[in-house]
């Protein structure tokens, strides 16, 4: 659907020379190919600007953000160009960009080659658009000389910012949320042919939902090759964008079991399961059965009456008792199961954990492991090692679960979020899930799926619990694509919250207001109408409200 391959900084250079050199295509028009998509987004997403100041340095961003100079002053938008440095330093295609540009003058122009120039051009802060184009996915840290000096120029401006590429100061290949030392504010980023780890894992706009799109520019797919192992997970969307065939029926879809909750003094987690089983169902399972402990069956079988429920015996305080172990009931239980999902509200008493244990032990099929179930393994990694063998197991941690899986601490987790998943996966031979912005889909042969959808608003109790629904239940409908089914429904549970915030407010959301969103995000489409690939922000819904597009007051 969207074919989507993660570039670093040296792979992007790669496949501009090989789609010159093998292709035929001219770097100088890659660059105008490039300059056309931002200026075609700036007019789309900033409809409103009329005056636009572009800040270019002397390299090829330098050379985009000159066309795209051009190209509003042709629309005859009212555009000033700062070029930071002396022409005469020009080479190549940014040479020739500069040209064009400057014979004869498109707008205003100003040369700055010394920071104390800027205090001077304080005029062309008071505009309704500033282009970044200073320098993009070749530069290494940290900013400085003019770059530095511009920076703290824009930072004056009230106006929004428009990245050419990245945010000029942020390393194409970093891996963090943050940047190392001073980057440029962006409102929007747009670069081109394939995004690079900048922008999967880093907070690139001032606000989570402003847009980071990425426009195809002429390169051929065979030239885009990647060694990273790393893709983007809303790929997998187009899984479940496949109609259903027409001779279907509700045994065609798998059958989900959702074994968790507590209710009594072991503690009233029965919501757990029930939310976990209901985004099973929402997720498109044909069947979706919720066994927990006997006192909580009421609470749970009322969210939903397409739900059907299990009873199992529970301890005196409302946990799941050991005598569920039985032979015979593990035997009645499982009988017709496709998928186990458990762990939502189990609880960790004694009993349970052998419940658990045992249970895993004795059964084969595809299984989701979280909350509490995860941590009942993170004490037993000899047995966790021993379960994944000839079996599919997903687990889905937040970091501090990850934290005791690996035996390492929350801020070990969090600062090698990438490594640490994708080596726990391969030692482990499991899928798993590591919550989080950017959750992270890391699979047993090394491969990781970076999710992009998602806001603050899901930092909420039972968001968890929703996955692990959506994850079985996608698992259940696709056993012969288990890794892009678990990749959809980590997509799929970022992207209804974003749309379900667009209707209301992050502060307010729940859980479960995502799952009344579900309809529409099956049938979302993240290619916008001008063609570009919209990682973050919602295209069909740009223009709501809830969409910025303002730099913050």
């Given at each position: ?8 900084a ?14 035929g ?9 490039a300059?056309a ?6 007019r ?10 572009v800040?270019?340095?002397r ?5 985009d953000g ?19 440095g002396?022409?005469e330093g ?7 960009a ?15 080659t ?8 304080k ?12 320098v ?6 940290p ?5 530095l000096?511009?920076l703290?120029?824009?930072?004056a ?14 390393a194409?290949?970093?891996t ?17 042919t ?7 894992f880093?907070?690139?706009?001032r ?27 809303g790929?997998?969307?187009?899984l ?6 027409a001779?279907a029926?509700k ?9 968790g ?13 029930a939310?976990?089983?209901?985004a099973?169902?929402r ?20 969210v ?6 299990w ?11 050991a ?33 658990v ?10 299984a989701v ?7 009942i ?14 079996r599919?197991l ?5 970091p ?17 979020r990438?490594e ?20 992270l889909?890391a699979?047993?042969d ?11 608003g ?18 259940a ?32 959301l ?5 799952l009344?969103?579900l309809?529409?995000?099956f ?24 969409v910025?597009?303002e730099?913050?007051?």
């Amino acid at each position: 659907m969207y074919a989507m391959q993660i570039l670093s900084a040296s792979e992007m250079q790669a496949c501009d020379r090989a789609t010159t050199e093998r292709y035929g295509i001219t770097s100088l028009d890659l660059m105008r190919a490039a300059a056309a998509a931002v200026a075609s987004f700036a007019r789309e997403y900033f409809p409103l600007a009329r005056r636009v100041t572009v800040v270019c340095g002397r390299g090829n961003n330098g050379g985009d953000g000159m066309m795209v100079a051009w190209l509003l002053a042709r629309a005859g938008l009212e555009v000033t160009t700062l070029l930071l440095g002396a022409p005469e330093g020009l080479k190549g295609d940014g040479a020739e960009a500069w040209a064009e540009l400057t014979t004869p003058a498109r707008g205003t122009i100003h040369i700055v080659t010394a920071a104390s120039e800027l205090a001077r051009l304080k005029d062309a802060l008071d505009t309704d658009l500033i282009v970044d184009a200073v320098v993009g996915t070749g530069f290494k840290p940290p900013l400085k000389g003019l770059a530095l000096a511009a920076l703290e120029w824009v930072k004056a401006s009230k106006a929004p910012v428009l990245a050419v590429d990245l945010p000029s100061g942020w390393a194409a290949d970093a891996t963090q949320a943050g940047a190392e030392g001073m980057v440029f504010p962006a409102d929007a980023v747009i670069t081109f042919t394939a995004p690079k780890p900048a922008h999967m894992f880093g907070q690139l706009t001032r606000r989570w939902h402003q847009p980071v799109v990425v426009a195809p520019i002429g390169s051929p797919d065979a030239a885009i090759v990647s060694a990273l192992k790393l893709s983007w997970a809303g790929e997998a969307l187009a899984l479940v964008q496949t109609p259903r065939h027409a001779g279907a029926n509700k045994g065609s879809f798998g059958h989900v079991l959702v074994v968790g909750g507590t209710f009594g003094t072991a503690g009233g987690k029965s919501g757990a399961p029930a939310m976990a089983a209901l985004a099973a169902l929402r997720a498109g399972a044909g069947l979706v059965t919720a066994a927990v402990p006997t006192p909580a069956l009421g609470l749970v079988a009322a969210v939903a009456p397409e739900l059907m429920t299990w009873p199992l015996e529970a301890t005196a305080a409302g946990a799941i008792a050991a005598e569920n172990l039985a032979p015979e009931r593990v035997a009645a239980l499982v009988a017709g199961k496709t998928v186990l999902a458990v762990g939502p509200g189990l609880g960790q008493s004694a009993e349970t954990v052998k419940y658990v244990t045992g249970l895993l032990a004795a059964t084969k099929i595809p299984a989701v492991i979280d909350a509490d179930a995860l941590n009942i393994l993170a004490a037993k990694p000899v047995l966790l090692a021993k379960l994944a063998k000839g079996r599919t197991l997903v687990l889905t941690p937040h970091p501090g679960e990850m934290a005791r899986l690996a035996g390492i601490t929350v801020a070990e987790v969090q600062a090698n979020r990438l490594e640490t998943a994708r080596g726990f996966a391969m030692k482990m031979g499991v899928t798993l899930v590591l919550k989080g912005a950017r959750t992270l889909v890391a699979h047993p042969d090394g491969r990781v799926a970076v999710n992009t959808t998602g806001n603050p608003g899901m930092a909420k109790g039972g968001s968890g619990d929703v996955l692990t629904g959506l994850v079985a239940g996608m698992m259940a409908q696709y056993p012969a694509d288990i890794a892009r089914a678990v990749e959809a429904a980590v997509c799929l549970h970022g992207l209804a919250a974003d749309l379900a915030v667009q209707e209301g407010d992050e502060h307010t959301l729940v859980a479960t207001d995502g799952l009344k969103q579900l309809s529409r995000a099956f049938r979302f489409c993240f290619r916008g109408p001008n063609g570009y690939l919209w990682m973050q922000g919602l295209p069909a819904e740009r223009l709501l409200a809830g969409v910025s597009r303002e730099a913050p007051k």
